[in-house]
């Protein structure tokens, strides 16, 4: 039997600040390319690199589901997709980002000390608590609701 899904969220980068670099890295890569590279497969190369710069960071997308079974995260290609045991959960809550830690900006985070996360924008999140005390954050623009999904149908 195939698990209802409760709750799906996906999430792109949406700053344009982001962007302006990632096309600002693309286009150095194109002038290079038409301007200074000897031979056509530099050419090429360069041609490449730019478009799989822009293509792959539209591309990129955080989604988290909830289903009857379990919590799934998936924010490729960064990572691989994650999947939680809703009976593996002792705690989930609401959590607020402040920039001066070391959660407070985007991507995949992970080290000793602090949860892994994963975040592409905004200022909140989800921290789940499961298993042998493993943390995980994950960025959320509806997080009351992520955390409402999840304690409804723990068990």
Not at 41 to 60: D, I, Q
């Amino acid at each position: 039997m195939k698990s209802e899904t409760v709750y799906r969220e996906v999430q792109r980068f949406r700053q344009p600040s982001l962007w302006l670099l990632v096309v600002a890295t693309a286009s150095v890569f194109l002038a290079f390319g038409v301007s200074e590279a000897q031979t056509l497969a530099a050419r090429l190369l360069c041609v490449a690199v730019a478009v799989v710069l822009v293509v792959g960071f539209g591309a990129t997308r955080l989604t988290t589901e909830v289903t009857d079974e379990e919590v799934t995260v998936s924010f490729p290609p960064f990572t691989h997709r994650k999947r939680i045991s809703l009976d593996e959960i002792r705690h989930v809550e609401r959590h607020v980002y402040r920039p001066a830690t070391p959660l407070g900006h985007w991507g995949v985070h992970v080290g000793l000390g602090s949860p892994r996360s994963y975040n592409v924008s905004g200022e909140e999140g989800v921290e789940l608590v499961y298993g042998e005390n493993r943390r995980l954050v994950v960025g959320s623009r509806r997080p009351e609701e992520l955390v409402d999904a999840v304690r409804r149908l723990q068990r």
